[in-house]
């Protein structure tokens, strides 16, 4: 994960020259993309991998040459050292931070807003003492109630996530939002939507995701949406295409291959990380998806 | 204009099949890209050119090279004898009719939604008449009040786009899909959420169109917004990219290559059509903005 490295290391650098007052152009500000350096950085979510403890998975994990962890936010500043244990010494490092806050930013309720700031900044802080590439944020599930309507709920989220983005562009950490598909949140569901977010905000501290599992309900093209990403795009999740299972268990339907070729062309840096359920038995399925992306990898 | 003609001819075909109830693959149902037919069709509002009359216009478009003409779609049942005596015996055929319904589609109110059926099925015929590829539509602006809101809004909306899909589907012609920026209509912004509507009706009744004007405001990427319309693109507006002028009058803001590169990856076989005011003196702006788009055409 040299490559996710070098990426902090450069949005660090650049913090430092845009806290001392230096205007630099967007482009600088962003990682450029370098197409021969891009690589399959596979990661998964703590329920993905067979095993009793975190150490037991990350022993499968390193295996398997699985080189992220991507764990929930949830009491996360309780686990940093725990983690931050299991980790020492293997070749796997934190990806980014899945969710775990409370409130939501949407929220007709400035109470239920400040509550997701606050809470999100707390998770904020304990991933970047995990080295993630950042938090995974939606700005509002359907079910959260009542939401502020468009184009008010823009507005008022943007101004949030400017907050954000400046608090985790100091800890060289990032906000990751997450497109969903209608089903869950009608709100943010196009990976072109969520990049014109980024773009507007201007900071390494916002960026977004592309999971290939909303992707499949919502996107024409998974190329065309991660070169619509581009540069904003700092993970990604996936699944099967068809029951959200281990990859591969939905057959023929779990073809990545055009948004792997997306990946590549954007000279994509960051993690793909496994969020998904399983059908089968964990032993079988998990190599089984590991070995098919990898081919998919190449054949993109 | 041959390849909108196999396009359009395409169409019937299918139309045909479909109409006998025959199921066809997705696939099967658009014209599958052909990279090495597409090529740069210019297309002019009835504005652009200099000229007195509606002839005057002709003959100076057809010395540039232009070969399509898009009317606006109010009165339009009332002019198809005086556009086709106009085109008679010229290179020129009619590419998109531009608007010109009544009401609006997202409305609260049932009556307004049904007078923009009403009038666009009457566009709709008299665009078919002229061999159009299309009426362009807008399912709602922000000063059309009071509007639905989403997820109603999309639902209700993918009903009457049905019925006009299919209405259009049996005079060989479509339904376009038009995403503005915020500043006109919140509604629908991105390339990839018409492409989105199209998808899921799935009728070459029902197709999108990009404008580089509004594409400037929204989208992160011309080429990745164009790769998501992919099949479902019909139409494609352009204009100078800060005024929405003629194309060059801009300066270096008017740089149309990326979004060329897509078109031409999709092999786009429609317009591109002037829709754009003009700072400059007509006879000067008009031929410098084509020469500029062939040479940017060149270049992608």
Chains 1, 2 share one sequence.
């Not at 309900?217 to 099967?240: C, N, P, Q, V």
């Not at 998904?276 to 054949?299: I, N, Y």
Request: glycine share 10%; proline share 4%.
């Amino acid at each position: 994960m040299d490559n996710r490295r070098n990426f902090i290391k450069k949005v660090v650098a650049v913090g430092a020259l845009a806290s001392a007052g230096v205007s630099l152009p967007a482009t600088a500000i962003f990682a450029a993309p370098q197409k021969s350096k891009t690589s399959l950085n596979l990661s998964f979510q703590e329920g993905i991998a067979p095993g009793k403890s975190l150490n037991e998975k990350l022993d499968y994990m390193e295996k398997l040459g699985v080189v992220g962890f991507e764990p929930g936010g949830g009491g996360l500043a309780k686990r940093v050292n725990e983690i931050r244990q299991a980790l020492k010494g293997r070749n796997i490092k934190v990806s980014a931070i899945c969710a775990g806050f409370s409130g939501w930013l949407i929220a007709e309720d400035p109470e239920k807003r400040k509550q997701c700031i606050e809470s999100s900044k707390e998770i904020l802080a304990a991933g970047s003492e995990l080295g993630s590439v950042g938090m995974i944020l939606v700005p509002g599930f359907n079910g959260q109630q009542p939401s502020l309507q468009m184009p008010k709920a823009r507005e008022i989220l943007l101004e949030q996530l400017k907050e954000l983005a400046d608090y985790a562009q100091k800890l060289n950490t990032s906000v990751i939002l997450e497109p969903l598909n209608r089903g869950e949140a009608w709100f943010l569901r196009l990976l072109a939507d969520a990049a014109a977010m980024c773009k507007e905000i201007n900071s390494p501290g916002l960026t977004c995701l592309g999971d290939f599992w909303h992707m499949t309900h919502e996107e024409t093209s998974d190329r065309g949406a991660f070169i619509s990403a581009g540069k904003y795009l700092s993970h990604t999740h996936i699944a099967s295409r068809k029951r959200r299972s281990m990859p591969g268990e939905d057959g023929e339907a779990d073809n990545y291959i055009d948004g792997f070729k997306g990946l590549k062309e954007i000279g994509y840096q960051g993690y793909v990380s496994f969020e998904c359920g399983c059908q089968g038995k964990r032993e079988e399925t998990v190599p089984a998806a590991v070995k098919l992306l990898r081919e998919q990898w190449k054949k993109a």
